[in-house]
């Protein structure tokens, strides 16, 4: 069966980084974008980062743009969030799904806080 499985979050403090990772199974991951989003407590699910099926073009939220890069490995079916210069504003669960879809992973919490 479909399994996305993200790790990689943590407790930083401002101005740190986190590499999220996204581990993909039971589909043929290399044929599809793939997306990261993020759900802060009392907000909605926002979208953060989209990236070709075979990695080719990104696209980012304007939040994170210049601070975060998303990429993937299709040789290991995983993708990658690399999150710089971490702010409080960035703390959620952070999800990964299949862009064509309705494919979750559990998600993995980022808390950014002094």
């Given at each position: ?28 991951f ?54 710089n210069s ?6 959620a669960?952070?999800?990964c ?7 979750w ?6 808390t950014?806080?002094?």
């Amino acid at each position: 069966q479909v399994q996305l499985v993200e790790s990689g979050g943590g407790l930083v403090q401002p101005g740190e980084s986190l590499r999220l990772s996204c581990a993909a199974s039971g589909f043929t991951f290399s044929a599809y974008a793939m997306r990261w989003y993020r759900q802060a407590p009392g907000k909605e699910r926002e979208l953060v980062a989209t990236i070709t099926s075979v990695g080719d073009s990104t696209n980012y939220a304007d939040s994170v743009k210049g601070r975060f890069t998303i990429s993937r490995d299709n040789f290991k079916n995983t993708m990658h969030l690399q999150m710089n210069s971490l702010t409080p504003e960035d703390t959620a669960v952070y999800y990964c799904k299949v862009l064509a879809k309705n494919w979750w992973g559990q998600g993995t919490q980022v808390t950014v806080s002094s």
